[in-house]
């Protein structure tokens, strides 16, 4: 009995071994051509953000991770790529590609005064020991005067959300959904950023 259930565990790590590499080479190949090996990070980052923004739509994604049983773990990168997401797929999809191209970055969950998450981001960490943070749903990213905003910076003033996004809309760029018009500034802040 030990013997089968290990066996049965072993196959299903090699299964899973295998699924992630298979996952990791259609991701490869679904960010061929967005960014270059020359890039600096940060161009990667902004490239595979955009790319992200134009390319998937904002909704949950419906698709379960193998069996329906496991409906209560979040999508794959691969099924976020395949399908739809929302702000923290969005956000696993955008750290996935910037890791394989090279890039560390990590989740940023912002909380409301009462500590409920209410929307997640990206920080990437860049050339020059700098930082960025990205919004995969809005397609924001923040340009300071020797670099990137990151959340703290955010954090310690809002008017860099606020003037980023009235900026953007005057352009009048980006006629995506959701539309940067209607960004939810009492919902999205970085009040806390965790």
């Given at each position: 009995m030990k013997i089968a259930a290990f066996t049965i565990l072993t196959l299903f790590n090699v299964w899973l071994i295998w699924k992630y590499q298979q996952d990791n080479a259609f991701l490869l190949k679904y960010s061929h051509g967005v960014v270059e090996p020359e890039d600096t990070r940060s161009q990667k980052a902004v490239k595979l953000l955009t790319y992200i923004r134009q390319n998937l739509r904002t909704k949950r994604c419906p698709d379960s991770f193998l069996l329906p049983i496991f409906r209560f773990l979040r999508p794959t990168?691969?099924?976020i790529a395949e399908t739809q997401g929302d702000c923290a797929d969005k956000s696993r999809l955008l750290i996935t590609l910037l890791r394989?191209?090279?890039v560390p970055a990590s989740k940023v969950a912002l909380h409301d005064s009462?500590?409920?998450s209410r929307?997640?981001?990206?920080?990437?960490?860049?050339?020059n020991d700098g930082k960025m943070v990205m919004d995969a749903v809005y397609g924001l990213y923040f340009p300071a005067d020797n670099g990137y905003y990151h959340s703290r910076?955010?954090?310690e003033d809002e008017n860099i959300l606020r003037n980023r996004v009235a900026h953007l809309v005057d352009v009048g760029e980006d006629q995506l959904r959701p539309a940067l018009e209607r960004y939810p500034y009492h919902n999205y802040t970085y009040m806390n950023p965790r």
């Open positions: 990168p691969r099924q394989l191209h090279d009462e500590g409920i929307h997640a981001v990206v920080e990437a960490e860049i050339e910076d955010i954090k």
